[in-house]
């Protein structure tokens, strides 16, 4: 590239939220009195001045084109004097000073496909991962299921109707770039058959000693194969992690056939009621079935509908498990336990029953 | 465009049903960009053979920038054309992901000129994504950019995009401005976000209050968590009021405490606040009712992860109370000593979280100054093998 | 100041030329072997950012990822070699 005779700006960081704030927003900031639940998905935030602030919250796909996003642009527009926010689980928001609004807001929404809902104790949006669409080291789909799963739970969406607050979060492997493993419910892509190594290119692409040291469990080790530098795993070792992958292209360990998705339950991040918790290992493994993930939306289904049906009031998913006992939770949603259930990887232990106190 | 018709026969199904389709999205932005006829081929591809079709990173970036541009290749470029460069920009977030409009249009319009017309809205650490353009188009869409107000985020082994929840904007429970911190931390270390100058990455992410609604206590390096020191705020009338409309103040608030510091006589509710653990049960069942003391500030906790290398990691508490208006001053002053040390001896795909786990906590307090105190534990240790040091 | 900010990012580039193949060099690599080289009185870590500034404003070396990143010469636009 040629030496730029002009200074590009560089280092300028984020723009200033402040000039995207409502004006009541930005009148009342700070000075929040409390808020209310009109219904699902709208929100009233009462200022200590009176004031109020309308919320309407929608579902989105995560995956917008620039369309969409102006149609999102004409709503806030046509109905909150453009002001608008997304979500942290990608819902997107209208903050609107005026409550007459709200019903043609949410008629024009649901017009246009998007659900209005996901506050209080409904199931929020999945947050995920690019999946196929756009990650290299993915074990399975992200959009897709996730699209597949809330086609099926849409209901829990627009209604409040569960125990608590349900989180569900998807990750196409095991980098997890999404909080899932502190999800009620985490739907995780995972491989099930160590690297195959590309010798022909390895010394050519990758850093022997770092892909060495980037084994968790020291599986790879240097060897010479075909009169060539290159590295070895002891397959006994390998828990399928992909870390070799992330640092040496030479070790891909995608497989059609063996690479899949496990889910997880009982995790939580807020502070409410109990500390914060990871999720655990409900089942193991179900096959990539693409376009519509019949195991997974199957599987994440029963295990709502069972934990709706017996939580108690405010009780999170791995609250109740808790109250009731892992055992329990097999027996009630007929999930199958196995030996991969019990913790083979550092500090096993600490999840072993160490008492007898057992239900029977 | 070269196929009008690439036939998507699997990916139709995903057309279906109530749920917004991310599938109709790609296809309304075949009208902005021919890319996306390829990427609905490739993903159809995906979608038959049950295996990804995109390449291992690779090096893209706009000049003297060492992340916010994450570099993607079709491994089946002849059969893709339009996707054999597909990279993602990270364009970093105003704080608490509001917008107006008139700013949505202004992205829209830069990103349909040099990219796909997709985007996400957002990624999973918050930034603005752009999904899919040439290498070509990096430079002129980062000036269009930069023209506009907006910079890149972070990728690769450095301070990425902190995130923060929507705090003083629209939320009464807010213990400090999370938005501004945020925004401040953001510009303050500008550098360490561009040019990675870190063993591996690392993460601030700002709730307001205990319920923690940007999980960061599961996601970041630096987790600042709200919190108060002194008396739940508390009105008498509207507990009642909540009562009479149904809630059962026993079961539900007092039986669910976690320290069941709290009483109810069926009048009134009388609360044992030195015992209280600020996990705001009460307040989110009766926000009218009750609310965070006064005296507001944050918890600040070192340390979580995903599990890649070593082990998922929760953060754990580093300094238990900061009131709200030292919090700026005492995270520069922390944060970079926590570098410091972890740029000594921090190895490569370290996070600092792993780092504490390998070197121990105490030895870490020590390098970084700070006093041990029992809020850093759940328990003192179980096992006799103290490392004992001479101590004359 | 012993060198000058300009010498420090020419030492820095020859380091990340030689182990250009051999090893990957990290922003906190070249820190360290400059003030290993020069005493911690002589330069700190601030002149050897700036240095590594000079060198990524120039284009003599660019950032590179493979799982964390990297300073290295620039190089063909591409994906991983294959």
């Not at chain 1, 990871?278 to 195991?295: D, Q, V, Y």
């Not at chain 1, 609250?319 to 055992?327: D, Q, S, T």
């Not at chain 3, 000079?54 to 284009?59: A, K, N, Q, V, Y």
């Amino acid at each position: 590239m040629a030496a730029e005779p002009v200074k590009r700006i560089t280092d300028i960081g984020p723009p200033n939220f402040e000039k995207f704030l409502h004006p009541v927003i930005k009148k009342n900031y700070g000075l929040w009195k409390y808020h209310d639940n009109l219904a699902p998905g709208v929100l009233c935030h009462v200022a200590e001045s009176g004031d109020k602030i309308f919320t309407v919250r929608a579902a989105s796909p995560r995956l917008l084109s620039t369309t969409t996003i102006r149609q999102f642009a004409d709503l806030a527009e046509k109905y909150c004097g453009g002001y608008l926010r997304f979500t942290s689980r990608n819902n997107v928001e209208f903050l609107l000073d005026n409550q007459a609004n709200i019903e043609p807001l949410k008629k024009e929404l649901l017009a246009l496909g998007f659900p209005v809902g996901g506050t209080n104790n409904a199931i929020s949006n999945i947050v995920h991962t690019q999946g196929w669409v756009h990650c290299h080291s993915s074990a399975t789909d992200a959009s897709g299921i996730v699209k597949s799963v809330m086609d099926a739970l849409c209901d829990r969406f627009t209604h409040e109707d569960l125990p608590a607050k349900l989180r569900i979060a998807l990750a196409c492997c095991l980098n997890m770039c999404g909080a899932v493993h502190c999800s009620d419910i985490a739907i995780l892509g995972v491989h099930r058959k160590p690297p195959k190594i590309k010798h022909d290119i390895l010394p050519k692409v990758c850093e022997v000693p770092t892909l060495i040291a980037s084994c968790p469990t020291g599986a790879i080790r240097p060897a010479t194969v075909d009169g060539k530098q290159s590295v070895e795993v002891v397959e006994e070792q390998c828990m399928f992690c992909a870390n070799c992958y992330t640092v040496c292209p030479a070790m891909p360990l995608n497989d059609p056939e063996n690479d899949g998705i496990s889910i997880w339950v009982g995790g939580k991040v807020s502070n409410a009621r109990s500390a914060p918790k990871f999720s655990k290992l409900a089942i193991p493994f179900i096959p990539n079935e693409p376009p519509r993930w019949p195991g997974v939306v199957d599987a994440v289904v029963n295990i709502v509908e069972v934990y709706a049906k017996n939580a108690k009031k405010f009780e999170r998913m791995g609250e109740w498990i808790e109250r009731i006992g892992w055992p329990k939770f097999f027996e009630l949603t007929g999930i199958p336990f196995t030996k991969y259930h019990i913790d083979d990887f550092r500090l096993a232990g600490t999840t072993y029953a160490r008492s007898t106190h057992i239900r029977f | 465009m070269a196929d009008e018709k690439v036939q998507t026969k699997l990916l139709d199904e995903l057309e279906k049903g109530p749920w917004p389709s991310f599938v109709k999205e790609i296809k309304k932005a075949r009208k902005v960009s021919p890319v996306c006829d390829d990427l609905l081929g490739q993903l159809e591809l995906s979608y038959e053979e049950k295996v990804g079709h995109w390449k291992h990173g690779g090096i893209v970036g706009v000049m003297g920038y060492g992340g916010g541009v994450i570099g993607r290749y079709s491994d089946l470029p002849e059969k893709f054309p339009n996707v054999a460069h597909f990279h993602t920009m990270r364009i970093n977030q105003p704080s608490g992901w509001f917008y107006t409009s008139n700013a949505l249009r202004t992205l829209c319009d830069i990103w349909d000129r040099h990219g796909s017309g997709l985007t996400n809205m957002h990624g999973s650490t918050g930034d603005i994504v752009f999904l899919g353009t040439k290498t070509d188009e990096l430079e002129p869409c980062f000036k269009e950019l930069t023209e506009a107000g907006f910079d890149l985020g972070g990728s690769g082994s450095c301070m990425r995009t902190p995130s923060a929840c929507v705090g003083k904007a629209r939320c009464e429970w807010a213990c400090y401005d999370t938005m501004k911190m945020c925004n401040d931390i953001t510009h303050q270390y500008q550098d360490e976000l561009h040019r990675p100058p870190f063993p591996y990455k690392f993460k601030f992410k700002f709730s307001g209050c205990p319920n923690d609604c940007v999980a960061s206590i599961a996601r970041a390096d630096l987790s600042v968590i709200g919190t108060w020191k002194d008396d739940i705020q508390q009105n008498d009338a509207e507990v009642a009021a909540y009562a009479a409309k149904g809630l059962d103040v026993q079961d539900d608030v007092c039986g669910r405490c976690p320290t069941k510091c709290m009483k109810w006589d069926g009048k009134k509710l009388t609360i044992n606040n030195r015992e209280c653990v600020r996990c705001m049960h009460c307040i989110n069942a009766m926000p009218k009712a009750l609310a965070p003391g006064k005296e507001r500030g944050a918890t600040l906790l070192i340390g979580a992860k995903a599990p890649i290398v070593q082990g998922a990691l929760l953060s754990s508490v580093l300094v238990p109370f900061v009131p709200a208006d030292e919090l700026m001053d005492t995270i520069k002053e922390l944060i970079s000593r926590v570098w410091d040390f972890w740029d000594e001896y921090g190895k490569n795909r370290e996070r600092v979280g792993e780092l504490i786990q390998r070197v121990g906590m105490g030895n870490f307090l020590d390098a970084i100054g700070l006093d041990p105190v029992p809020e850093m534990i759940t328990a003192p240790r179980d096992n006799p093998y103290i490392y004992f040091k001479d101590e004359a | 100041m012993a060198v000058t900010t300009e010498q420090l990012a020419e030492e820095m580039y020859q380091m990340v030329k030689e182990t250009m193949g051999k090893k990957n060099l990290k922003a906190g690599d070249l820190t360290k072997a400059m003030i290993a080289k020069y005493g911690e009185g002589e330069i700190n870590k601030d002149d050897c950012k700036h240095a590594i500034r000079i060198l990524m404003d120039s284009g003599r070396c660019v950032y590179s990822y493979f799982g964390g990143s990297f300073i290295t010469l620039p190089h063909k636009e591409g994906s991983a070699p294959e």
